[in-house]
């Protein structure tokens, strides 16, 4: 029996809290099909590559992002009429890249808020959706958040963070209970700087871990009614 061969390329779906939206990372394409649409980062891969390696590296070499804090596989798109040009396989991966780095993208790409994106390339607008799903999902029972922070921050910059992220606002007193319960984040021992206004200086907290870790698998968050 002869074995069926297509091409199968790696999409990222790079996520990050940008000027306080949730946004994901986007490139203009330059050639038909489908010239002119926003389109995820990806390619294909190589001979002796894998899936992982090769998103990694397109990453890194075509909108230069090499600042991501947490990488998983996200989903397979198989669908024969995917592409016009043939059948192609797509595998996607979530990335998440703190809110604080510095990641400047080429002159064709920009982060785009995921509640007012543009009109997409194939099916990419799918991949973008359960990507976001997934993150949701996970800042209920992991401590994912870990990927969306800087190292050290206060409870007032991890709620908007968070609320960011889930698309509501959150309490910071929930919050805080919560993540201390579950030993997600404890504090440096530092406070931070005044604000304008002046006011008691705030505690500076950091992640305990900063690798994804289930800290309660039957938790849900759910947005107030």
Not at 105 to 122: E, G, I, S
Not at 123 to 148: M, P, Q, W
């Amino acid at each position: 029996m002869a074995w069926p061969s297509y091409p199968h390329e790696v999409l990222g779906v790079v996520l990050s809290v940008r000027q306080s939206q949730l946004c994901v990372l986007l490139w203009r394409r330059r050639l038909s099909p489908q010239r002119g649409r926003w389109a995820l980062p990806g390619g294909g891969l190589s001979a002796d590559e894998r899936l992982r390696g090769a998103i990694t590296r397109h990453l890194a070499v075509k909108v230069d992002v090499h600042e991501i804090a947490h990488l998983e596989q996200l989903a397979t798109h198989s669908a024969v009429d995917r592409d016009p040009r043939g059948r192609v396989l797509a595998t996607a991966y979530l990335g998440l890249v703190p809110s604080d780095a510095d990641s400047e993208p080429p002159p064709d790409t920009t982060w785009q808020p995921v509640d007012d994106l543009p009109q997409t390339a194939f099916d990419h607008r799918f991949f973008i959706d359960a990507a976001v799903e997934r993150l949701r999902a996970k800042l209920s029972y992991t401590n994912v958040g870990f990927a969306l922070a800087p190292q050290e921050f206060t409870i007032a910059e991890l709620r908007d963070l968070v609320s960011a992220a889930l698309g509501y606002q959150v309490s910071p007193t929930n919050l805080t209970r919560v993540m201390t319960r579950r030993q997600m984040i404890e504090p440096t021992g530092a406070t931070s700087a005044p604000g304008r206004a002046g006011g008691r200086p705030a505690a500076v907290y950091r992640f305990a871990r900063r690798e994804l870790t289930i800290t309660d698998p039957f938790a849900v968050l759910k947005p107030p009614r």
